[in-house]
């Protein structure tokens, strides 16, 4: 079965630090880019970062860049994001995503870790 | 960045309605749009991809079209398991952008 497991998210103060983590597994995860988007309390889904399978193309949001790292580990068939400079705004869920083709639609996603930032 | 514009932001339906649901780009995008349903408390479910192509496993009552800037999924027949949030997403450039959501009411 194909599937996506996020964890490592929690309740961390402004200005802390938190790394999410993305267990894949039922495909061969060296050969997808892969994504993370997150949905604040009751609001709509925003796209925070991409990683190509070999980690040569790598992007970000705006609202994110210069605090958050995304990285991937193939041979743990793993996705990162650190996430620095953490802001009350990063408050959400946030789901790591598989793409499917080179203009990248989201095929399968994560159930999401909950990310709280609060003082 | 591509700005996506949904419309309805809601829309009230009952069981049985053809449910049409607008999405424009700010730019051209060629058919690099994909469509998502999400259900409360859920991860989004990819429902239609390049505009028009029905994602492996999804009802055929979904349909996506358009081209360019303007799109339209609709749902014919609505079932109550359809009853959710609907998403467009642009793949044509990075950062990839979203609808704002159009939730499906009864």
């Known amino acids: 079965e194909v599937q996506l497991v996020e964890s490592g998210g929690g309740l961390v103060k402004p200005g802390g630090s938190l790394r999410l983590s993305c267990a894949a597994s039922?495909?061969?995860?060296?050969?997808?880019?892969m994504n993370w988007v997150r949905q604040a309390p009751g609001k709509g889904l925003e796209w925070v970062s991409s990683?190509?399978?070999?980690?040569?193309?790598?992007y970000y949001a705006d609202s994110v860049k210069g605090r958050f790292t995304v990285s991937r580990d193939n041979a743990k068939n793993s996705l990162f994001l650190q996430m620095n400079s953490l802001r009350d705004e990063d408050t959400a869920v946030y789901y790591c995503?598989?793409?499917?083709?080179?203009?990248?639609?989201?095929?399968?996603w994560g159930h999401g870790t909950t990310v709280t930032v609060s003082s | 960045d591509i700005q996506m514009t949904q419309s309805p932001s809601s829309v009230s339906a009952s069981v049985g309605d053809r449910v049409t649901i607008t999405c424009r780009a700010s730019?051209?995008?060629?058919?690099?749009l994909a469509w998502y349903q999400q259900k409360p408390g859920r991860a989004p479910k990819l429902l239609i991809y390049?505009?028009?192509n029905l994602q492996s496993g999804v009802p055929s009552r979904f349909s996506g079209s358009g081209s360019g800037a303007d799109f339209t999924l609709t749902i014919s027949g609505l079932q109550p398991e359809d009853f959710a949030t609907y998403y467009c997403?642009?793949?044509?450039?990075?950062?990839?952008?979203f609808g704002g959501g159009t939730k499906v009411e009864i």
């Open positions: 995503a598989r793409a499917r083709f080179s203009r990248p639609c989201l095929d399968v």
């Open positions: 730019q051209a995008i060629s058919t690099w």
């Open positions: 039922g495909f061969t995860f060296s050969g997808y880019r």
């Open positions: 990683i190509k399978s070999d980690s040569s193309d790598i």
């Open positions: 997403q642009q793949a044509n450039t990075f950062p990839l952008t």
């Open positions: 390049a505009a028009s």
